[in-house]
């Protein structure tokens, strides 16, 4: 059982900044993977990146040299830091995680997601 909750996110101008955290609880010990997904108006849901739990990365090509995700372990969070963010940017945020409950079994967790609105 983990909870994900996020937070950070808020109306922005282009070229703006704004940094996205993920707060988790429960069995965090768990987690494997983290990443984070948006889902713009009238489009399916993407991923936008993800961090394994040794740190490596990686990024969609529309976010790739503007967002940076990165995590916590001994926080339980997981951050994404937004720059020179674009109109294309606006949607819900989704915090998931991968969980690896025993050697066979793996789940995933989500968050209830964060609105980025990014408008002049």
């Known amino acids: 059982q983990v909870q994900l909750v996020e937070s950070g996110g808020g109306l922005v101008q282009p070229g703006g900044s704004l940094r996205l955290s993920c707060a988790a609880s429960g069995r965090t010990f768990t987690i494997n993977s983290m990443g984070w997904y948006r889902q713009a108006p009238g489009k399916q849901r993407e991923l936008v990146a993800t961090i394994a739990s040794g740190g490596s990365t990686n990024y969609a090509d529309s976010v790739k040299g503007r967002f940076t995700i990165s995590r916590d372990n001994a926080k339980n969070t997981l951050y994404l830091q937004m720059n020179s963010l674009k109109p294309e940017d606006t949607a819900v945020y989704y915090c998931?995680?991968?969980?690896?409950?025993?050697?066979?079994?793996?789940?995933?967790?989500w968050g209830q997601g964060t609105q980025v609105t990014v408008s002049s």
């Open positions: 998931n995680a991968v969980l690896q409950v025993s050697i066979e079994a793996k789940y995933d967790s």
